[in-house]
């Protein structure tokens, strides 16, 4: 059974960081892992995403140049470095993987409980 685990959420002012980590468990080979939002009374959003070989990336517009994401697969833990975080970068986190090898990935087949994320202005 896969299992995603994340971690590394906090209170942090504006403009500081945080590095967010995702433990994948129960598989084998790499899955494509993407970070999502969700903020209070919002939809969940797309933040951030990850080939299984850490060659692909890509983000959303709202986070480019701010975040970067990257992935140890000899820890199979995929990261999430969050920089000049705003207020409006409240949510609460969550990884997801795609068993579909395809990129950019679809199909988000499991997903973490998530870690709160607020920042403070």
């Known amino acids: 059974q896969v299992q995603l685990v994340e971690s590394g959420g906090g209170l942090v002012q504006a403009g500081g960081s945080l590095r967010l980590s995702c433990a994948v468990s129960g598989r084998t080979f790499r899955m494509n892992t993407g970070w999502f939002r969700q903020a209070p009374g919002k939809e969940r959003e797309f933040v951030s995403a990850?080939?299984?070989?850490?060659?692909?990336?890509n983000y959303a517009d709202s986070v480019k140049g701010r975040f970067t994401i990257s992935r140890d697969n000899a820890k199979n833990t995929v990261y999430l470095q969050m920089s000049s975080l705003k207020p409006e970068d409240t949510a609460v986190y969550y990884c997801?993987?795609?068993?579909?090898?395809?990129?950019?990935?679809?199909?988000?087949?499991?997903w973490g409980q998530g870690t709160q994320v607020t920042v403070s202005s």
């Open positions: 997801a993987a795609s068993p579909i090898l395809s990129w950019p990935p679809t199909g988000y087949h499991y």
């Open positions: 990850i080939s299984g070989s850490g060659g692909n990336t």
